[in-house]
């Protein structure tokens, strides 16, 4: 299996910001790569270089085996991009993007014409081909825009934060698509700010900070890493967090979080829902009163302060 | 289902680097032009204004203000052409800081496209939008006793150079957009050169008026020469003649300065594009 987008050592400094310091990353043919991070770790920096919107100030890039910096032209004939902004146009129509993205690809308008057909048909849009997007819900919009990175049936495709400001079903239609899409063959590198869509989507994950890549693997390997559930604890009141902390330490598979002003104390652990029996009963034997208890999967959150020691807050704007 | 006639793979077109250029081009200008019969606000505005500007020259300034050899309203009409078509410049400004704010220009980007296209989509279509405004503007100047009296050829010409000078200026007009961080910002930087470049000439007022300094300035701004050789193609009058080679050849210098300004200005607009990178 050969790479289809490969980055060495990329740099990339606005001013006295650093967006990239050193990224490497491999994303093998016909593979999903999510890249993931919180805002301004630099994620869209990187897509905007393999996307050629972007030089870096060093380092190497290679998307389908072709020097982004040396023939930008040549990577752009075998790519498409969603960005985070909608890249269509508001007053035209659907199927008018389409086809006027289609003849930027220098494509045969009837082989564009068949094609956008063929795409406003499998993003469920036929209805509101010939309406101008104005009308177009939130929902409507990201599907033609991915429909509008897709014309030219790019081999790879970069998606950024697909599904940020989207509805909970709208986001579940647009994974649809994108599983589809691989199973057809096509390589997606994604950045998202979600586990949740990582998890789902992706065959590999690169966690990245500050510009840095400090974690690969699969979403399980990550998990594991992290120390893979979480027990959350709501407290009836904050003099006894310290004594749940205590009572939990038994079960907990790593340091507790505790946080005073939502009452919670937070473990990770293992072994599912036996586990919360499990917390159950300690904490009921040291006979201390809950609001809620709760096991969930681990989230961005505890990735990050499992990794790095600090939360996931946006650090510096501007990537 | 796929029809036979079209194959699953992509098919590319083929033509020469330069001929892409155009092709391009064009693409992005329908993508402009599509917009304005779906914003009818745009035409209101955009007509208006030239209209009320006849109107209020001819009935305010029309006894005021006396020009040799016929009325002043003959004299005026190609002076509003010529300002029109200047202040039309002033959508590319604004379209292309615009697209600077949004996702488009991401995706122009990221496409294997001529890096001149959107900027030349841009001003090619500001030219339609020019004539079909200067349509407008010929049929109200007749309305209120303008004439043509050379001839339809000669009127055609006066309006094909009107029209390549609006598109040389256009090109400076898209320089200055590509600088623009905002549309605020636009809307007003986009103007504020167009009221010297159309106020200092003859436009509204025979160049003798002037006092001698403003008057070498007036003489030598290219928009003089292009509304001169309008008045002459038109045959409208000229007021009383002035000094210099841009006055007693103002086609020939008319031409000069669009060559002039499309030289300079093509290549710094397309320069300041490729590095322009929306976010």
């Known amino acids: ?319 | 289902m796929t029809s036979p006639s079209v194959s699953a793979e992509p098919t590319r077109a083929r033509r020469p680097l330069w001929g892409w250029a155009f092709h391009d081009g064009w693409i992005v200008a329908l993508r402009d032009l599509r917009k304005l019969p779906r914003v009818p606000e745009i035409w209101f505005f955009a007509l208006i204004q030239p209209v009320i500007f006849v109107l209020l020259f001819a009935f305010v300034f029309g006894g005021a203000i006396p020009v040799e050899g016929g009325s002043y309203r003959e004299f005026l009409m190609a002076g509003i052409f010529a300002q029109t078509i200047g202040f039309n410049s002033a959508n590319t400004t604004v379209g292309l800081a615009d697209d600077l704010t949004k996702g488009i220009l991401d995706r122009f980007r990221s496409l294997p496209m001529s890096s001149s296209a959107v900027v030349l989509g841009r001003t090619t279509s500001d030219i339609v939008r020019g004539l079909i405004t200067l349509i407008v503007l010929i049929f109200t100047g007749l309305a209120v006793g303008w004439r043509i009296h050379n001839g339809l050829p000669k009127a055609v010409l006066a309006v094909a150079l009107l029209l390549f000078f609006g598109f040389a200026l256009s090109w400076i007009a898209a320089w200055i957009g590509l600088y623009m961080p905002n549309t605020e910002v636009a809307n007003t930087a986009g103007l504020i050169w167009l009221f010297p470049l159309t106020f200092l000439s003859n436009s509204f007022v025979p160049l003798d008026t002037y006092p001698a300094w403003l008057q070498t300035i007036a003489e030598w701004n290219p928009l003089s020469s292009v509304v001169l050789a309008m008045r002459q193609l038109f045959g409208n009058p000229v007021g009383p003649p002035v000094g210099g080679f841009p006055q007693t050849q103002p086609f020939a210098y008319s031409l000069l300065a669009c060559v002039v300004i499309l030289l300079v200005f093509v290549p710094l607009a397309v320069r300041k594009y490729r590095r322009s990178s929306a976010r």
């Open chain 1, 1 to 319: 299996m050969s790479t289809a987008i490969s980055a060495r050592g990329l740099v990339k400094r606005y001013g006295a910001v650093t967006a990239l310091d050193g990224l490497d990353l491999d994303v093998p043919e016909g593979t999903v790569l999510g890249l993931l991070g919180p805002n301004g770790a630099g994620k869209t920096t990187a897509v905007r270089i393999f996307a050629t919107l972007l030089t870096a100030d060093a380092g190497e890039v290679r998307v389908a085996d072709i020097d982004v910096r040396r023939e930008p032209n040549k990577v752009r004939r075998v790519i498409g991009l969603t960005g985070q902004y909608a890249g269509v146009d508001e007053n035209l129509t659907g199927r008018e993007n389409l086809e006027m993205v289609g003849g930027l690809y220098h494509l045969e308008r009837q082989w564009v014409r068949h094609r956008a057909s063929e795409l406003l048909e499998r993003f469920a849009l036929v209805e509101a081909a010939n309406r101008p997007l104005k009308t177009y819900s939130g929902g409507m919009r990201r599907r033609l825009d991915l429909a509008a990175s897709l014309v030219a049936k790019p081999a790879i495709l970069f998606l950024d934060e697909p599904t940020t400001g989207l509805d909970p079903r709208s986001r579940l239609d647009l994974w649809a698509v994108i599983e589809d899409l691989v199973a057809e063959g096509t390589t997606v590198l994604l950045t998202t700010q979600y586990l949740d869509e990582a998890d789902r989507l992706a065959d590999d994950i690169v966690v990245i900070d500050q510009g840095r890549a400090i974690a690969q693997g699969s979403s399980d390997e990550l998990k594991d890493r992290v120390g893979g559930d979480r027990v959350e604890v709501v407290a009836r009141s904050m003099d006894q967090l310290a004594d749940i902390e205590k009572a939990l330490a038994s079960i907990a598979r790593g340091s507790a979080v505790i946080d005073p002003d939502q009452r919670t104390v937070v473990v990770p652990v293992t072994g599912g829902t036996g586990t919360l029996l499990e917390a159950l009963r300690v904490l009921d034997s040291a006979g201390l009163h809950l609001d809620d208890i709760a096991l969930r999967r681990p989230t961005l959150d505890d990735v990050f302060l499992s990794l790095t020691g600090h939360a996931a807050q946006a650090s510096q704007e501007g990537s």
